[in-house]
């Protein structure tokens, strides 16, 4: 069971790998997309420095944790959509038939198909969740912190992704659905979980949970907590395994295409 795991894992860094050196081919391009993607969030931080001028926080945060919000936030959607950034059109996927080159392969279905791609821009992001760490205040303690809760926060995102897209094997339009989510995460995910109240904030930590992904991330870098620590953890774990396992039982229900696609 063990040696199955590491052989996957080793599967999916080399995908990854190469998906990375077939991209670094025409490297301005590359450089480009990476250096923009940096600039185009840093775009958004002129905003509150506009708004904090005017009012001295925001639902209780200060413009010093809005920086560290859209640190992790950008660090985690970077991380979900640079490694795993097939697992965002997982639906069309499916909807398309274009499952049937990943089934013949001795390798995990789900990993191999959502491990397909990278997003370049993608490292723009987590080198610029990075940059506002340093902003907010670098130390050892809070960079490990950060590095551990926006893994876990990426991977929470591509599970939800991956659930979402599932439903594809069961109805149409299901990109719909899957899409209206993936926008609600990434929405929702820079502005301070205060501003929101009653069933809104109750749908941003249970069904679209941007609050376990990004909101409960931020208040432990500020103020570490164990429990918080470990519940972000203990929920990524559980939020892969219902992924893999919704995944995995829609899959039997799959309709081949008999496209003439293979994969190396």
């Known amino acids: 069971m063990l040696t199955e795991v590491k052989n996957q894992i080793r599967v999916m860094a080399l995908s990854t790998k190469y998906s990375l050196m077939r991209e670094m081919l025409n490297k301005v391009t590359f450089i480009s997309n990476v250096f923009f993607m940096i600039l185009n969030n840093a775009s958004f931080i002129i905003q509150w420095l506009i708004l904090f001028s005017l009012k001295e926080d925001l639902g209780g945060f200060t413009l010093k944790e809005v920086i ?45 198909v959502i491990t397909t791609d990278v997003s370049v821009s993608a490292l723009g992001d987590m080198i610029y969740g990075y940059i506002m760490l340093i902003v907010y205040g670098i130390t050892v303690e809070n960079f490990i912190t950060f590095t551990i809760l926006t893994i876990c926060g990426g991977l929470i995102v591509v599970s939800i992704s991956v659930i979402f897209s ?99």
């Open 68 to 112: 560290l919000l859209w640190g992790v936030a950008a660090s985690t959607f970077g991380i979900s959509r640079f490694f795993f950034s097939s697992a965002f059109k997982l639906s069309d996927t499916i909807t398309n038939g274009k499952l049937d080159a990943f089934l013949v392969l001795p390798k995990d279905v789900l990993l191999s």
């Open 166 to 264: 599932s439903l594809s094997f069961y109805i149409v339009k299901a990109d719909l659905v899957s899409d209206t989510a993936n926008s609600l995460m990434t929405n929702f995910a820079t502005y301070p979980d205060t501003i929101f109240k009653g069933i809104t904030k109750m749908i941003l930590y249970t069904i679209v949970p941007v609050g376990i992904s990004v909101y409960l991330p931020v208040r432990t870098i500020i103020k570490f907590n164990v429990y918080n620590f470990f519940i972000i953890v203990v929920l990524c774990i559980v939020l892969m395994t219902i992924a893999y396992m919704v995944f995995n039982r829609g899959l039997k229900k799959y309709s081949s295409s008999n496209l003439m696609i293979s994969r190396v």
